[in-house]
């Protein structure tokens, strides 16, 4: 039978998620394995160089660098405050001395006679990584993090800004079609992700950022929204370091759309779970998706979950999803997949797939269609 290699969306109600969660440099990893750990539980930790100074002694002093041992008041590994004198001269008969302040706080690193300058190092900064979802470490990578397991219902967006988040899920919106609004969101959903349906306009989502709310899951968003959030225009879709309060993840796609039905049904099913979110987004080589995981408790889990057969692209039957006009957003089933090149109406030659969108069957590149990974 015939296969598409075709990029999918994961809709699962049951599925084993991996995790890695690593620091940025070698440090201390604070779990083992087989220990179970919550969402915001440390996993590991380290420090990050603090930033380094150069105090160039000699210019502000006045004097030659070969003197500078002569005028400086600490040493190499001293620790100093900002405001703390590291440097005087001698003045003239006791008199008219010039003092030099640490401009921050750190320890000495070296000092030349050559430069006639000093190399101050702030205070190392602390970095924590935390286990994003609960569930079991399933190895330890060493010095650098753990792996976390998970069994989990696991969605996928197709766009998404903001980047980790994680609280109640709250779904607001009673129908899939339903536009999130500026009154739909309240005080009380601080701190929650909430779902809505089709849309979120630009002042709903202010608002949602005002009031700290988690995170928010819609169909769809406005593309020239973008530049008034991020405060820039998004060229390469890669996403995840916004320093924004609320993350935002988009399942269908650019415009007023309404959202699938399994993945609505799915996120219904599992309102007042606890829930993270991730909206990083790579749309390019190593392709990232937004995500939503939602581990699942001991009575729910499907220990049949890792057993399932790969799905490595589209073929006769696979649910896809359009991301081309003019069906963009549309949910369908392959019916075929003609082996023959046929000519579109730009007159380019491609390999087609026959999708039964509606009740209709239609003939639309395979490079538009998105896998859909169901259970």
Do not use: W
Not at 194 to 211: C, H, N, P, Q, T
Not at 216 to 225: C, L, Q
Not at 316 to 336: A, C, M, Q, T, Y
């Amino acid at each position: 039978m015939a296969h598409a290699y075709t990029p999918g969306l994961k809709v699962l109600k049951h599925s084993k998620v991996r995790k890695d969660r690593r620091l940025p440099i070698k440090g201390e990893v604070c779990k083992k394995e087989g220990d179970m750990v919550q969402a915001d539980d440390i996993v590991a930790r380290t420090n990050l160089p603090g930033n380094v100074h150069m105090v160039k002694v000699a210019n502000r002093l006045n004097i030659s660098p070969a003197d500078i041992h002569d005028v400086l008041t600490v040493e190499e590994g001293d620790k100093v405050n900002k405001g703390d004198r590291i440097a005087q001269t001698d003045g003239l008969f006791g008199f008219f001395k010039s003092d030099l302040m640490s401009p921050v706080s750190g320890e000495i690193e070296s000092i030349s006679d050559v430069t006639g300058q000093i190399v101050m190092r702030e205070a190392p900064i602390p970095v924590e990584v935390d286990a994003y979802v609960s569930g079991v470490v399933s190895n330890i990578i060493e010095q650098e993090g753990v792996t976390v397991e998970s069994n989990a219902a696991y969605v996928q967006g197709i766009f998404g800004i903001g980047g980790e988040a994680r609280g109640s899920l709250c779904v607001i919106s009673s129908e899939r079609g339903n536009e999130l609004s500026l009154e739909d969101i309240n005080e009380s959903h601080e701190g929650k992700i909430i779902v809505g349906g089709s849309f979120i306009g630009i002042d709903a989502y202010k608002k949602a950022l005002e009031l700290n709310v988690g995170g928010i899951v819609v169909g769809g968003f406005n593309y020239y929204d973008l530049e008034e959030v991020l405060g820039y225009t998004l060229g390469v879709a890669i996403t995840g370091t916004e320093d924004l309060v609320t993350s935002l993840i988009v399942t269908e796609g650019y415009g007023n759309i309404e959202m699938s039905e399994r993945t609505f049904d799915l996120l219904k099913e599992n309102n007042g779970k606890f829930v993270s979110i991730n909206g990083a987004t790579q749309i390019r080589a190593g392709v990232i998706r937004p995500e939503i995981v939602i581990p699942l408790e001991d009575v729910e889990k499907n220990t049949d979950g890792d057993l399932r057969p790969e799905q490595l692209g589209i073929k006769e039957g696979s649910l896809v999803r359009v991301i081309r006009s003019p069906f963009f957003g549309k949910i369908g089933r392959v019916d075929s997949l003609p082996a023959e090149l046929q000519q579109m109406e730009s007159e380019t030659m491609v390999r087609v797939a026959k999708v039964r969108v509606d009740d209709e069957v239609v003939v639309i590149p395979r490079s538009n269609l998105e896998m859909l990974e169901t259970d």
